[in-house]
């Protein structure tokens, strides 16, 4: 209680109504323990990188349901869009050293997800989702430095060009959207960390 009392008192302070600190709270407790240390440490952009967030998650949830990428939330080009996408926006908006920090806290948090078997896109986290994230994260931030200063304007393009040109990962699937590994056998989905699936360029085709 003393945390969340203590992040409502500077929700307040830098510039959230009241109206709105409720919301904010209830986001914040949420979060996982590496994403909250994230924000204690860097308060004084967390307000932007909440309302950057809100929005990358709305424009992926548009995703799901147009037919410039796929339909794989986990895993997939949706997947892909989402980290390259937040990390392009996140790099503009707060620059590129705490962009980074934040995914990569954010991928910790995935692990501890893991461990208490709580989903993430529908399924429990693993060790090369994880790979796939951070890898992804990096493209995101080169988009963000070439576009710095031009917001949103240009950015969800580029990003949906980038993984069209294969310069993002995402988990390799058969012709019927099941994962496999990289000698094509179908992944048998268990609850582990570590499983055998394999990593391809974003523009390959089952």
């Not at 932007?48 to 967030?53: E, G, K, L, P, V």
């Not at 620059?95 to 993430?120: D, I, P, Q, T």
């Not at 993002?168 to 496999?180: D, E, F, S, W, Y």
């Amino acid at each position: 209680m003393k945390l969340i009392s203590l992040t409502l008192f500077f929700l307040i302070f830098l510039g959230y109504s009241k109206a709105n600190c409720q919301s904010s709270i209830k986001g914040f407790t949420a979060l996982s323990c590496p994403e909250k240390q994230w924000v204690i440490c860097h308060l004084f952009v967390a307000k932007r990188a909440f309302r950057i967030t809100k929005e990358v998650k709305a424009s992926t949830n548009k995703m799901l349901h147009d037919s410039l990428l796929d339909q794989f939330p986990a895993g997939g080009k949706v997947d892909a869009f989402r980290h390259l996408y937040w990390m392009a926006r996140l790099t503009d908006g707060i620059g590129e050293k705490k962009a980074r920090s934040l995914g990569k806290a954010h991928e910790m948090g995935n692990y501890n997800s893991f461990l208490r078997a709580k989903v993430e896109d529908g399924e429990i986290p693993d060790s090369l989702s994880g790979v796939m994230d951070l890898s992804n994260n990096e493209v995101g931030i080169c988009i963000g430095n070439l576009l710095y200063g031009s917001e949103n304007k240009f950015t969800e393009t580029a990003v949906i060009d980038a993984i069209n040109r294969g310069e993002a990962v995402i988990l390799k699937r058969n012709k019927a959207g099941q994962l496999t590994t990289c000698n094509d056998e179908i992944v048998v989905y268990k609850i582990k960390w570590s499983l055998p699936y394999c990593l391809v360029k974003s523009n390959e085709v089952p």
